[in-house]
């Protein structure tokens, strides 16, 4: 590896499986000191043994990422151990897959909580650490929902929107203190998040058939394509790139 976060304190929210998984593998791998945030214990403690077993420097809080006490806690932790974080990988989501007229108010308070609440709580707990340190990198996971609407995904494509309008405000805000913020956009990705998305828009009669993805992005987004993008929007390879939106969708946004 090319130690591209060499010196650097990463956290990554969501960080035990999926995409996050892959990020905090791929980030660890590059010299960065890991703090895996993730509300599910088992993988979470896991994946930082198994990095720890690979002689990576990586350690593990587990924290609902909508609540603001977990969150600062999950931050103290990985400042204790690793110095405070200088690249933060903002990845934790979930999605809701419903008609919209059947969809209830709990369903719109979490979604957001966990979606778009998580990230103003996450970035404005590093975001002190960051700029003491002489500056950062912000990473958010937007989506190509944010801008390619679905049927019933009306209350996951507001959210994304947000993560998108977000991702530029604090690049805005923070540029002059040597903050870099950006998204990256997945497509459709060969996850248990994503595979759950293609079966439950297929229950409700969207087409998300194998030819149909096919059509749309060429296949599968594999999750480490997204840590990739993480990564370069992470590192100095992106030194100039601030608040932009990173679409690893294979051309799905741009047909």
């Known amino acids: 590896m090319s130690q591209r976060l060499a010196g650097h304190s990463a956290l990554i929210s969501g960080g035990a499986s999926g995409c996050g998984a892959a990020a905090s593998r791929l980030f660890a791998a590059e010299g960065a000191r890991v703090t895996i945030v993730d509300r599910q214990a088992d993988l979470g403690a896991a994946l930082a043994a198994e990095l720890q077993a690979a002689g990576l420097q990586a350690t ?24 405070a974080p200088t690249v933060l990988f903002n990845h934790a989501g979930t999605i809701v897959v419903k008609p919209f007229l059947e969809t209830t108010d709990e369903e719109y308070d979490s979604l957001m909580d966990i979606n778009v609440r998580s990230m103003f709580i996450m970035t404005r707990a590093v975001l002190p650490g960051m700029i003491a340190a002489g500056g950062g990198r912000i990473v958010c996971t937007s989506s190509i929902s ?33 903050i870099r913020c950006n ?29 149909a993805i096919r059509a749309a992005q060429g296949r599968m987004c594999r999750p480490e394509e997204v840590a990739t993008a993480a990564l370069f929007l992470a590192s100095d390879d992106a030194s100039f790139v601030n608040g932009t939106h990173l679409f690893v969708d294979n051309g799905f946004t741009a047909v």
């Open 60 to 83: 593990f809080a587990q924290a609902d990422v909508s609540q603001r006490a977990q969150v600062e806690a999950a931050v103290a932790h990985a400042t204790a151990t690793f110095g």
């Open 146 to 178: 944010a801008i390619a609407a679905t049927p019933m995904e009306v209350l996951y494509n507001l959210t994304k929107g947000a993560v998108h309008m977000f991702a530029r405000a604090i690049a805005v805000e923070f540029r002059d203190r040597n």
């Open 183 to 211: 998204a990256v956009c997945p497509g459709f990705i060969e996850t248990p998040h994503g595979l759950r998305e293609v079966e439950a828009l297929t229950r409700y009669g969207v087409d998300v058939s194998e030819a």
